[in-house]
């Protein structure tokens, strides 16, 4: 089979062939059709200190089960994270972490929406929003961003504004019915939001926390960073919560179930739909990750194996 890997920090990526891996007890092998790009992903590859295995979210057909699986069978379609070789013609993946792909979805709609959704999905519930308020999600483009902006709004948000470094993906933002689409660089957001779901940090988060109105909540998911001054925090009563999927995940399993299945519910409904920037064949995947390193996506990018 054919897999994506890289041999030193920063790359390059390059396809090689390599045997087709065996499940292991508990595990799933799926033969996959879809694989997504993410940002940690990329952020890996170009700035971590030795290289890794890429995995992350695909979408697929089971070909072989390990002992003790029981939730899936031989010709099931799934989608689930890889936490080893995911840009592969084949791919384990761990029972846990699969779900059912159901009929009316792609193998593209499932790696689209799953995964980059449910982290959305998880980011918005943090910020316990009240009906009619208002949200600001930045990196509004992005495979995530996309789906929070429509997420507020499918979830009863009175305002949503997409925040982007580039004014050309305006029109893209408001298209996903966002109130308001403004860029970093303003000088400032508009009105104050009551909630801002962040997936930059780093300098972004000043303006982000200053764009909150009095008692606002700031909910950070990404991994870019950053400090909060205490004292901005203190003078508006805001507060600043951070979100990671895996302890959800990992930790309350019924959870993530639930969101997983409203987030296919919105999806049938045609209230969340997700939106995939470019397919790439395997042999493309330095393409793909360029797209994401230069910020250039509106919406997924993916690789059809």
Same mark, same amino acid.
């Given at each position: 089979?054919?897999?994506?890997?890289?041999?030193?920090?920063?790359?390059?990526?390059?396809?090689? !062939?390599? *045997?087709? %891996?065996? @499940?292991?007890? #508990?595990? +799933?092998?799926?033969?996959?059709? &879809? /694989? =997504? $790009?993410?940002?940690?992903?990329?952020?890996?590859?170009? !700035?971590? *200190?030795? %290289?890794? @295995?890429?995995? #992350?979210? +695909?979408?697929?057909?089971?070909? &072989? /089960? =390990? $002992?003790?699986?029981?939730?899936?069978?031989?010709?099931?379609?799934?989608?689930?994270?890889?936490?080893?070789? #995911?840009?592969?013609?084949?791919?384990?993946?761990?029972?846990?972490?699969?779900?059912?792909?159901?009929?009316?979805?792609?193998?593209?709609?499932?790696?689209?929406?799953?995964?980059?959704?449910?982290?959305?999905?998880?980011?918005?519930?943090?910020?316990?929003?009240?009906?009619?308020?208002?949200?600001?999600?930045?990196?509004?483009?992005?495979?995530?961003?996309?789906?929070?902006?429509?997420?507020?709004?499918?979830?009863?948000?009175?305002?949503?504004?997409?925040?982007?470094?580039?004014?050309?993906?305006?029109?893209?933002?408001?298209?996903?019915?966002?109130?308001?689409?403004?860029?970093?660089?303003?000088?400032?957001?508009?009105?104050?939001?009551?909630?801002?779901?962040?997936?930059?940090?780093?300098?972004?988060?000043?303006?982000?926390?200053?764009?909150?109105?009095?008692?606002?909540?700031?909910?950070?998911?990404?991994?870019?960073?950053?400090?909060?001054?205490?004292?901005?925090?203190?003078?508006?009563?805001?507060?600043?919560?951070?979100?990671?999927?895996?302890?959800?995940?990992?930790?309350?399993?019924?959870?993530?179930?639930?969101?997983?299945?409203?987030?296919?519910?919105?999806?049938?409904?045609?209230?969340?739909?997700?939106?995939?920037?470019?397919?790439?064949?395997?042999?493309?995947?330095?393409?793909?990750?360029?797209?994401?390193?230069?910020?250039?996506?509106?919406?997924?990018?993916?690789?059809?194996?």
């Amino acid at each position: 089979m054919r897999r994506v890997r890289y041999d030193r920090p920063g790359g390059p990526l390059f396809t090689e !062939e390599a *045997a087709v %891996p065996e @499940p292991g007890p #508990g595990q +799933l092998l799926v033969r996959c059709t &879809a /694989v =997504g $790009v993410t940002l940690p992903v990329v952020r890996k590859v170009s !700035e971590g *200190a030795a %290289p890794i @295995p890429l995995g #992350g979210e +695909l979408a697929g057909e089971v070909v &072989a /089960v =390990g $002992v003790g699986t029981t939730r899936f069978r031989t010709g099931d379609r799934v989608t689930g994270l890889c936490f080893g070789h #995911g840009y592969a013609d084949y791919a384990v993946l761990e029972e846990a972490m699969v779900s059912p792909v159901p009929e009316g979805a792609t193998d593209v709609d499932a790696v689209a929406l799953v995964r980059s959704g449910l982290v959305a999905f998880g980011a918005l519930c943090a910020a316990r929003p009240e009906p009619g308020e208002s949200v600001l999600v930045t990196a509004a483009a992005s495979g995530v961003g996309h789906l929070a902006v429509q997420l507020a709004r499918a979830r009863g948000a009175g305002r949503v504004v997409g925040a982007v470094s580039d004014p050309a993906k305006a029109g893209f933002i408001r298209s996903l019915d966002a109130d308001d689409c403004v860029r970093y660089a303003d000088d400032n957001w508009g009105d104050p939001v009551d909630c801002v779901l962040d997936a930059v940090g780093g300098d972004l988060l000043t303006p982000a926390v200053a764009a909150l109105a009095p008692h606002g909540r700031l909910v950070a998911y990404s991994s870019g960073g950053g400090t909060v001054r205490a004292y901005d925090l203190l003078v508006g009563a805001k507060s600043v919560i951070g979100f990671q999927m895996a302890l959800i995940a990992r930790g309350r399993p019924e959870l993530y179930e639930r969101w997983r299945l409203e987030l296919w519910r919105l999806f049938a409904e045609g209230a969340v739909q997700p939106v995939v920037h470019a397919e790439f064949a395997l042999e493309e995947a330095a393409q793909a990750h360029a797209v994401i390193e230069t910020r250039s996506n509106l919406g997924k990018v993916v690789l059809r194996p």
